[in-house]
């Protein structure tokens, strides 16, 4: 069964008012693509061409004018609005139809993504056919985040939401791979949990850790995880995409090259997205994939 995949990007974005007044976070720019930008070329990285996009009624449209049907990138785009802000598993429920009790992979929308080594951890995530992974990364400041603690063997032993006193500095981020049982658990959190209380992704990776089931992979040193939700963060993640592009000489993160790279997509479409947008350095940047390619 092909792995499906899943973006979250329903939320209001209030620590980024007032931009996020009149347009979805995701669709800010972090430095030269829109935000979900980032999202998807992970999920193409990954193997991923059926792709669900959870956003709110007023964003939707928004969404569909930038990504349509997904062709632009060999991929298939599909949307579904969260009409109340619930929480990221009643976003993630609410594509149930969609993932159909197949092999998935959830992404937070807002997360970039970037190091040494990440397509490999995503290859070995995808081809799990059982249990879930999640990654880690250590950061200085825990207590913001879901945490896990592991042992030297890396067998995750504990997981906690946003804890007062964490007891590692393992962040678990905003990627989740997840196999066909996953909404199943999650109606069972539903009905096991307290109304007043919102079931969290943790409860849910906390089902799988139970079982055993619960793969853990740590970004290494040096590995860029961007939660680009604050005015900082996101003045943070446009620097450090400018840097990098401008040390290695390339663009970063680019949907058409990762999905030209994974055969979704033909090599003349980068000359044609290239000749269309030869007035901007993505168009020639794409124009310049089509003769490094085509050689």
């Known amino acids: 069964m092909a792995r499906k995949g899943v973006i979250l990007a329903a939320g209001l974005g209030t620590r980024l008012h007032p ?40 964003d939707k449209s928004s969404f569909e004018r930038l990504l349509g049907d997904g062709s632009r990138f060999g991929i298939h785009m599909h949307y579904t609005v969260q009409y109340v802000p619930n929480g990221l598993v009643d976003a993630f429920v609410q594509t149930e139809d969609f993932i159909a009790g197949d092999p998935c992979v959830l992404i937070l929308g807002d997360n970039i993504f970037y190091g040494s080594g990440f397509p490999a951890m995503l290859s070995k995530a995808s081809a799990q056919t059982e249990g879930a992974t999640v990654f880690g990364a250590v950061v200085p400041d ?14 995750v032993l504990t997981l906690e939401e946003k804890p007062a006193h964490p007891k590692s500095n393992c962040a678990v981020v905003g990627l989740y791979f ?6 199943q658990y999650a109606h069972e959190l ?5 109304a ?13 850790m139970e079982q055993g089931k619960l793969d853990l992979q740590v970004f290494p040193q040096g590995f860029a995880w961007l939660d680009s939700g604050t005015y900082d963060s996101l003045l943070e993640a446009s620097n450090y995409v400018a840097r990098v592009e401008r040390e290695q000489g390339h663009m970063i993160c680019c949907p058409e090259e990762a999905a030209y790279s994974a055969g979704f997509l033909a090599l003349e479409k980068l000359r044609e997205y290239g000749e269309a947008d030869k ?10 994939l089509y003769h490094q390619f085509k050689k």
């Open 142 to 155: 825990p207590e913001r985040f879901g945490v896990a603690s592991f042992n030297e063997e890396g067998k």
């Open 190 to 194: 539903r009905r096991q949990i307290p």
């Open 178 to 183: 997840f196999d066909g049982k996953v909404m």
């Open 196 to 208: 007043d209380r919102e079931v969290s992704i943790t409860d849910v990776n906390r089902v799988y």
């Open 19 to 58: 931009m996020t007044l009149a347009v979805n976070k995701q669709l800010i720019p972090v430095y030269d693509k829109p935000m979900i930008y980032y999202a998807i070329w992970v999920l193409i990285k990954a193997g991923v061409r059926d792709i669900m996009l959870v956003t709110s009624e007023v």
């Open 279 to 288: 007035n901007n350095n993505y168009g020639r940047y794409l124009a310049k």
